[in-house]
């Protein structure tokens, strides 16, 4: 690409580069956060020479039916990203792409497969969690300091069905 800017010749040159994906790609599960896995990695070449954008895709082992994250979501330079809404209690596949951030060059390949189980569901830890700790004791401490409305928020969360 050559720009002329009042008599001068500027040239301007863009590599159309492919890089290696991603590395070291890492999943947590995190057991506060059934519906979510935090995904990090490490960048193919340091920042202050190539700086990249990337792209993540995941699905459920054995589906083959892949999800990408939206491209807005990925755009920056950063090193991890939580991937959401996702069915607790399952097995992920996920995989991260980079390419430069202009949008010039190719994408690399995917890197490798890295799988993670996302927790079982937080809301059923917790009702199950509540129901431990209710005890005769507390529920007479409760009575007596007259917190009515609090021992039928209780109630109403033990007699649920777990």
């Not at 159309?16 to 960048?43: G, M, Y």
Request: hydrophobic share 35%.
């Amino acid at each position: 690409m050559i720009i002329f800017l009042q008599s001068l010749m500027v040239c301007v040159t863009f590599f159309a580069v492919k890089t290696n994906p991603p590395s070291d790609v890492n999943i947590i599960s995190e057991n506060t956060f059934s519906r979510t896995l935090l995904v990090s990695w490490k960048h193919p070449i340091h920042e202050t020479i190539v700086k990249l954008k990337y792209n993540i895709r995941f699905c459920t082992v054995g589906s083959g039916d892949w999800t990408e994250v939206p491209p807005n979501d990925t755009e920056s330079s950063k090193e991890s990203f939580r991937l959401q809404n996702l069915k607790p209690d399952m097995e992920h596949v996920v995989q991260v792409r980079c390419m430069h951030y202009t949008g010039y060059g190719y994408w690399s390949d995917w890197s490798a497969n890295t799988t993670a189980r996302t927790p079982e569901d937080s809301e059923k830890y917790l009702r199950s969690s509540i129901i431990t700790c209710l005890t005769a004791p507390l529920l007479t401490s409760i009575l007596a300091l007259g917190q009515r409305s609090m021992l039928t928020i209780i109630t109403t969360v033990t007699t649920r069905e777990v």
